[in-house]
Nanobody, 122 residues
Framework: QVQLVESGGGLVQTGGSLRLSCAASGPSFSNYAMAWFRQAPGKEREFVATVSWRGEYTYYGDSVKGRFTISRDNAKNTVYLEMNSLKPEDTAVYYC???????????????WGQGTQVTVSS
């Protein structure tokens, strides 16, 4: 079983940047596709980005394309989300997830972290 712990969230001004990290423990991290989702108050969970198990394939949600970058370091069992040009509408709890395939639906992922809060002030 994979355990995921997110970090790096916080408060940032509009136009600022943050880098989220997700540290994984458990067997075979490098066999899993990884993803980031987010959920704002009163809204459904939204797909942000996914990366394949070797890191050669990435896919982004339309709302973050061109601003966010997902990457992974299998030697460190960690996946990252670099967030630039942040907007107030990016405010949400960000969740890391692990699954067997890169996909934009949350149901494709078996393991989830507890989330980290990102707040973008206007």
């Amino acid at each position: 079983q994979v355990q995921l712990v997110e970090s790096g969230g916080g408060l940032v001004q509009t136009g600022g940047s943050l880098r989220l990290s997700c540290a994984a423990s458990g067997p075979s991290f490098s066999n899993y596709a990884m993803a980031w989702f987010r959920q704002a108050p009163g809204k459904e969970r939204e797909f942000v980005a996914t990366v394949s198990w070797r890191g050669e394939y990435t896919y982004y949600g339309d709302s973050v394309k061109g601003r966010f970058t997902i990457s992974r370091d299998n030697a460190k069992n960690t996946v990252y989300l670099e967030m630039n040009s942040l907007k107030p509408e990016d405010t949400a709890v960000y969740y890391c997830a692990a699954g067997r395939t890169t996909y934009s639906l949350s149901s494709a992922y078996n393991y989830w972290g507890q989330g980290t809060q990102v707040t973008v002030s206007s």
